[in-house]
């Protein structure tokens, strides 16, 4: 299996419900509001001036609440929802321009998609619903419940292929869902809301087992999701929806040293920083000698495991180094807990 | 004031040219037509005879343990088989087998025929939405229009018979399998529906991978409720010629022979309940994997 090399490209993308959604476009794209258009024109704003690059091989994470527009977003890259203007290029091919049999071909080869409510076959065995895609694109029965057999062993299944959902936990049923959309074998995996169904305990075991799938994958994932912990956890790019509209998009270190604004402050206030923020983000240059016999730590080290590790040795400060070795910078507790209370600082009155 | 009190009717005269009118040409066309009506029908009359035949002519024991193997392949369950068996025993001992193998035969072709058409109807209801709503209204004439209405017209151009009685079963019983097919497929989660377009499902594989087969409980009872119709037709139909349980049914009430009477209401009674504990157990089986989902 080899790296995804397909980007997303979404550009000026726009989604209005109502009657006659075309007549609006013009309005909405030269600023008319969305409580303006909901409330003189009888339309909703779903999407407006949606522009995200998605990166190839990397996890995008398109995080909101509810009415966000967040899964009307998901729902335009295979096109379970028309636009009603913009486009969005995959592998440069303009997905809101297919004609249907293309679109369906597409679909069947390039995406699989994961639900939020499992949108298992209720009347087929575990089994069957994992080769579900396979079925649908005419491969051969023998190959299809091969393939599905080694994706039901990855999620963690072996022994329940011959049993129904209904037989299943909610977090079992999921992980059905999940080796259903990855026996697809498609470069693009779309995850509407996937673990927000599921408990918080079941939630992060899945969270990991994403995470490790991707890092042999890496296949081009849009998980879309509420929780800010699960797009802070998941996200290797984070893009944050309100009404319809983008307010920031970044990494998880932008997203909590460079809040947007307020409404993003006040959802990172609760976060625990210190799993999140890496050392390489608050670290400062290296001073040109003196270093001496300072410790060291990889980048890419959360400040909870970096400050756990300097307040055991004697030293203050340590030296972040990357993966080869070499030295990139330097970080002192100071800086740390530097870096920890200004969330605190800045919602205090 | 004389005007409020009577009200103000189409002339005497043109309702009785419209009358005519429509009478008359019922008439020409049964008289310049009715053999060639009674050709096309001559196929399903030969379907409906061999499955009488079959019925009436098979040894009573073969009969029965045919039965027996439906309610057990269906039902899976002892229960439902002995039933079945006990059923058909009591009708043969009070005197009524020849005849309750007549109605179960009509009753079987009938609802054969219903199911073979109005779960397409059903389909197409669902799809094109314009053709649900003509077909809701005329679904909803065949359930309240009374059966002899539309008897008349048919024993004019078919006579009495076999096949007119045929006729007057699957109108009166095939709306219920229509209605509830469009209902189970409209009833089909959404989400799954989504997941299905997200995999690339063509309609076909959509209708036959996904929609059909969660609306089978919803088809079931449809079945279930057209047989149970069909039933309590065989009675009206015998007044127009359908032998069996519903013609002794007739001649009791005319010649007020009520233990007559009562034995044949029971042995319809108990065909009936053959074929709901059947269809129902078929039914129950089919949804056995769909109880509560985790959510």
Redesign the interface.
């Known amino acids: 299996m080899t790296k995804s090399d397909t980007t997303i490209e979404i550009r000026d993308l726009y989604k209005i419900f109502g009657a006659t959604p075309a007549k609006f476009v013009g309005a909405v794209k030269s600023g008319m509001s969305k409580a303006e258009l909901g409330k003189d024109h009888g339309h909703i704003l779903g999407l407006n001036n949606i522009n995200i690059s998605m990166p190839a091989g990397k996890i995008q994470v398109v995080m909101g609440l509810s009415g966000s527009g967040k899964s009307t977003l998901i729902r335009h890259i295979?096109r379970?929802i028309e636009p009603t203007s913009g486009s969005i290029m995959i592998d440069g091919r303009n997905i809101l321009e297919m004609p249907p049999l293309e679109l369906?071909?597409?679909?069947?080869?390039h995406?699989?998609?994961v639900?939020?409510?499992?949108?298992?076959?209720?009347?087929r065995t575990v089994i069957d619903n994992v080769t579900?895609?396979l079925?649908?694109?005419g491969v051969e029965k023998a190959k299809a419940r091969e393939s599905g057999m080694r994706w039901i062993e990855r999620v963690g299944l072996q022994g329940f292929e011959n049993r129904?959902?209904?037989?299943?936990?909610?977090g079992m049923?999921q992980r059905v869902g999940l080796a259903r959309a990855l026996s697809?074998d498609a470069s693009i995996l779309?995850m509407d809301e996937a673990y927000s169904?599921l408990d918080p305990l079941i939630r992060t075991d899945m969270q990991s087992m994403l995470l490790d799938l991707q890092a042999e994958l890496k296949k081009t994932i849009v998980f879309i999701t509420h929780d800010l912990d699960e797009a802070l956890r998941l996200g290797d790019k984070i893009v944050i929806l309100r009404d319809g509209s983008i307010i920031q998009q970044g990494n998880s270190q932008d997203i909590l040293l460079n809040p947007a604004d307020d409404y993003i402050q006040r959802f990172i206030k609760d976060v625990n920083r210190g799993r999140f923020l890496k050392v390489e983000a608050v670290m400062e240059a290296l001073p040109a000698t003196g270093l001496g016999s300072l410790p060291s730590v990889k980048s890419g080290t959360t400040l909870e495991v970096a400050a756990k590790e300097l307040t055991a040795s004697p030293h203050d400060s340590a030296i972040v180094a990357d993966a080869a070795g070499k030295p990139l910078g330097l970080i002192s507790l100071r800086q740390i807990t530097a870096a920890l209370s200004s969330a605190v600082e800045a919602s205090a009155p | 004031m004389d005007w409020l009190f009577k009200f103000p009717q189409i002339d005497p005269d043109s309702l009785l040219a419209v009358k005519r009118l429509t009478d008359g040409s019922l008439r020409a066309l049964t008289r310049n037509y009715g053999d060639a009506i009674e050709n096309f029908f001559y196929p399903l009359q030969q379907v409906l005879i061999f499955f009488e035949d079959v019925m009436t002519g098979a040894p009573w024991p073969l009969v029965i343990l045919v039965l027996a193997v439906i309610a057990w392949f269906a039902a899976h369950r002892w229960s439902v088989v002995s039933a079945v068996a006990g059923t058909l025993i009591a009708i043969g001992l009070i005197g009524l087998w020849n005849d309750a193998m007549k109605t179960i035969s009509l009753v079987f072709t009938a609802t054969i025929f219903s199911i073979a058409i109005g779960i397409p109807l059903g389909i197409l209801m669902n799809r094109y939405k314009r053709v649900g709503r003509v077909m809701q209204s005329v679904l909803d004439v065949m359930q309240t229009m009374p059966p002899f209405v539309y008897l008349i017209p048919v024993v004019m151009l078919l006579g009495i018979g076999r096949v007119p009685g045929f006729i007057a079963v699957v109108i009166y019983a095939i709306p219920p399998i229509i209605r509830l097919t469009d209902l189970g497929i409209r009833l089909v989660d959404k989400e799954v529906l989504e997941a299905a377009d997200a995999y690339g499902c063509s309609r076909s594989q959509k209708l036959w991978k996904v929609q059909i087969p969660l609306a089978m409980p919803t088809i079931m009872a449809g079945i279930n409720q057209t047989i149970m119709m069909a039933l309590g037709m065989v009675v009206i139909a015998s007044m127009i010629g359908v032998q069996g349980l519903g013609l002794n049914v007739l001649q009791a009430i005319a010649n007020q022979y009520f233990t007559q009477g009562i034995f044949n209401g029971f042995a319809i009674v108990g065909i009936a309940i053959i074929f709901d504990r059947i269809s129902q157990a078929y039914g129950d089986r089919l949804q056995k994997h769909r109880g509560a989902t985790h959510d």
């Open positions: 295979n379970l369906r071909d597409f679909r069947r080869q995406t699989a998609m639900f939020q409510r499992f949108a298992l076959l209720p009347h579900f895609g079925e649908i694109r129904y959902p209904s037989e299943l936990s909610g049923q697809n779309l169904a």
